[in-house]
């Protein structure tokens, strides 16, 4: 018997890849499909790939509340109210949106606004247990900071009722970095991120008109890009600030992190592979090339699959971490279902084995 | 207990689909993944999503013999040869290639060769009954010329040995035009195809180079290209020869195809509309849209679906059916995957499911 | 001394192309660049490629009816307003829109709006000899219908004042199938088109997301998109009624108009390159490539170039003609300023002398 | 009267976009377009848009010196060769190779061969002042390092007699952090730049199949790409190694580099943002965008321009210089015929006012 779950924010882009990946999944139904505005429109208007019957439903939060689990793919305004409601009514929630993934002042310092919940404000050193940040492979900062070893976020979200899903920057990011966080200096990390289009969003806008974006590529964001502070409260701690610069690539599809440090003195380019195939080589979602291999964006497209790769430049002193995802799938609504599968108590893979399409 | 399976001409896109896709099949386990002349050489190199330490096999028939199926993803000539092999030894076959679509004498015709085995050559209507050509949705022309109704060939290939799979625009053509062949005046359709560049395989060569294909289009092959002769064979008899003309989309996946013509007198658009749901309305992988809204291919990326529909012009008298898929999906891969299953008794939609990947 | 010129609509992708390729022209200054509620807004912000310091301006008919030569780039409603208002004053007047395109009736009939001016639709054989339709190289209908010989239509534009501008699938259609007319038999024309993304336009609208777009292929408007009434208007008479199909192609320029039609029986494949070689080995922009060879849009990416070839198909006596254009270029700014050139007197080559930017 | 000249090299994509580029130039005719082991070729059958009757000539060194000016658009291999004959019997030379922008010992290391002209290599700081690095806009390194004040390499180029053309990647990088090279802590450089596949030649490759390319976004050459070598060359002296970090966008045209250093304690925006405008306020193309605005590849397509803008972050102390050319344009052709116009003593602009094409 299936779990039965409910996704909000539907209409949107994450919200639609969950709708697609769960009809794969063996152990979790969707009962609700909810979206702001659109009740009782066919999905197949907006998603042509929906071909059939199914319409948008009302958002009504007492039939969320009882389902097994609620997907948020929302902003983050209806998020931190839906998300607390959902909460305090003992509902599994996964958060999309950044409205949970900071402490109360971070969400303060980079989103402009009061956090009305900080006690589930998964950033904050005081937050409940029951909330907890959704990367699962992430080393947990109480087991010992800038160390891969040791226990992952997994376990926490195993027991939290509210995960506030990462970002698909910090994922990305954070991926290719947290291994290596003993091996490089402090304030010296660059990380130039490429992205395609899907990760602005659905709504039609002038620079996603694709007249403009094809045989384009700009820089946009820089230099506070909102997903900076979310990278540096999860990195582990000691790393310092860090410059984080997006570009928007002429794809639908992808994520690249480009991550650069200095290595403290010593490091060697074994240290480097050693501490990422430490962290990864258990890992199902995470796959580790060789260096000089580099990771292709468009080899995981559609799946929860993260591929990296690190070289060193003894010229310079240099680690290049480069990190691939599919924005849509690790980057967001596959990461989402890991996390709900944890949640629930399936196993940790179940509907996430697809294959990314290629070509 | 699954099934054991066989890819040869792994290392070409149809190939690396069917290992994509069989991946994710409950029935099936691919044994073997055979490529010419790159025995040995890890997968990954050539096609990143499938990173790990699989790595191509060499090509020997007894091993594949011993298989309970056999997918040739090669071209027709090796096909040829290796098809009859394993068909004789009474292996089950479904060959991608067009060696064994037409008739012995269409295939001299279209292929400027001798067919060494016209037996065997589904497109003969002396051929053997274990040999048939792979298109599950299509009338069975046995069962009555132009006439929709009746039995399809589905019953065919799960009887039969070798199925010879339909090539890409041939699916979508026939699909498209089949059920209307009785409301078709003999002489008059016209296909305007369109493909993206993975229909025109892996081999790098200079048409396909991106900086050429980006923001290009092209017609190429007119007025003779082979797959004409494999859609005149199997559209229902009496409809005379038509005009089949390609293009290449800069695109990588995804096949539609635009097929006019003069309807006969009487014809009512109600009477398109009806032909067409008594054909597909209860077919798993076929959607009949609504008149008016036109399928898109990227709806089928990744996915066995169709997507089609007509509009009825009355100042001319023609139709006009649009017609898509994924030319790796039900164009190549998910077909061959499809008769697979119709050929080992699995239900037809068995590691089939997957939707389109969109955006 | 240089022509002063205004371009009203000059937001807009038509309004654009103009002002980017009269900064090259030698013989005509921009003195005017409106576009409607933009007066004030850098051109910059729209677009990057005009960095500078130029601002748009208010529409100022006044103003405008004092200039040498006015580019209407405005949709077909303030079109009929202003082109009537400047051809009342005497000014140059080169029409993008539809306004003019028709003959009365056929804008009522395609357009669902009374014309308000017939006296200006260059469609109406009673309209004033001062408004003629802007397709220089087609034979004029005057000087004998159906047959390639004879004056051009590039006569009456230099004697004219107000030019409707053709539409982008009309250019290239027409040129297609003008010099064969004679050799078709009526009622027997499908033209398959497909275009670019600029064809339909700046704003910003979710079939134009680039994510929707990106690997995609999409049929629209059939079976009555307007273009259809126009290519009827302008075909030599008698050849009937036509099935016109437009696509949307995953790239931002070009277009290509693939066109059937069934020859009267006793032509030729001889027939019909002499057909087009007499038609167009003297003219600047049309050029003729050989039987077998198939233009590609992107040949003629910014270049006011028109290349197109011919097929016969023995099997079916059909003749495929493929026409390639980019549809900004002679399927819009670079057409309106090779009729600017006829207007003003100046070679009618000026400021068009780029090639297509390949790759 | 015109300037004679001569491209060799023209199958490639630099040369073609030289007889692309000269056609319109209105000082400079194109006599001799030669391409190894394609003499008799038309040049039609490589690039469309070159319709008409022009075939490739073979490479003649003494046909080629009694030319005004030669461009070798070749591999360095054979341009090491025929730009030190060229030179040596007075004839101008371009060369959009490698063969001559390092000193010999760098272009031993990089290139790992014995350069056969230690006095052609511009780089040296020994080198004959008859060759020069044409970067037209780069402070003269003789008039004080790190400074951007004095002198460019315009006035040696004007002098010189053989021009080593820059790289694409040197091209973008340098123009973005030369005028900041006393604002910068040595040794923080790092450089991530990006670039279309047009970059990579036109030799079809597995890794430029428009099914590999298209959605896909991949790293290269890191850590020791060989323009590292040429950057830090021409970098002014004293800011120590770089590291550049190059990837494939899929997009044809189109180049961007973004460089990050670590600001000189007490460095301002505005001290970033008048070092900029102090070098380049002046120059024809080259232009600083506001802070906050980013430039756009697609902005410069087919021109010969620059576009960059600087962003600095207090949090970190480092500056972002963004910096988009078109690689054929400014990155290629288009600087070598800056260079051939002070070469010949033309107006530095003639031919090149082109605007980008965009949409």
């Not at 949107?12 to 505005?37: F, K, Q």
């Not at 980079?110 to 904050?124: E, I, K, N």
Request: aromatic residues 6%.
């Amino acid at each position: 018997m299936a779990y039965r779950a409910g996704i909000v924010g539907a209409s949107g882009y994450g919200g639609v890849e969950l709708v697609r990946l769960l009809t794969s999944h063996p152990g979790i139904d969707v009962e609700v499909v909810a979206a702001h505005g659109q009740a009782g429109e066919p999905v197949a208007n907006l998603f042509p790939n929906l071909a059939g019957d199914r319409h948008f439903d009302a958002i009504d939060p007492d039939e969320l509340a009882a389902l097994d689990v609620v997907f948020l793919a929302t902003p983050h305004g209806p998020a931190l109210d839906l998300g607390a409601v959902l909460h305090d009514a003992g509902t599994r929630v996964v958060d999309l949106s950044a409205a949970f993934r900071l402490s109360a002042d971070g969400f303060g310092t980079w989103y402009h606004d009061v956090h009305p919940r900080p006690d589930l404000a998964a950033g904050d050193d005081a937050a409940a247990t029951s909330t907890v940040y959704g990367l699962p492979e992430l080393p947990d900062p109480v087991g010992g900071a800038r160390d891969a070893g040791g226990a992952t976020l997994r376990d926490r979200i195993r027991e939290a009722t509210l995960v506030a899903n990462p970002g698909c920057y910090p994922t990305a990011t954070l991926l290719g970095l947290a291994p290596l966080a003993s091996l490089i200096e402090p304030g010296t990390i660059v990380v130039d991120a490429k992205s395609g289009t899907s990760g602005a969003g659905r709504p039609a806008k002038d620079h996603l008109h694709f007249s403009h974006v094809h045989g384009d590529l700009v820089t946009y964001g820089a230099p506070a890009h909102r997903h900076t502070g979310e990278i540096e409260r999860w990195l582990p701690a000691g790393l310092g600030a860090i410059t984080f610069t997006p570009h928007l690539v002429p794809m639908s599809r992808g994520l690249l992190a480009t991550c650069y440090g200095k290595l403290v003195d010593g490091t060697s380019a074994t240290d480097v592979q050693d501490a990422l195939h430490s962290a990864y080589d258990h890992e199902p979602f995470v796959h580790v090339l060789a260096s000089g291999t580099f990771p292709h964006t468009k080899a995981l497209a559609g799946s929860n699959g993260c591929q990296l790769s690190a070289v060193v430049d003894d010229r310079t002193g240099r680690v290049t971490v480069t990190s691939a995802i599919d924005n849509l799938g690790k980057g967001a609504a596959g990461q989402a279902i890991q996390n709900a599968n944890l949640l629930l108590g399936l196993e940790e893979t179940t509907g996430l084995t697809a294959i990314g399409m290629y070509p």
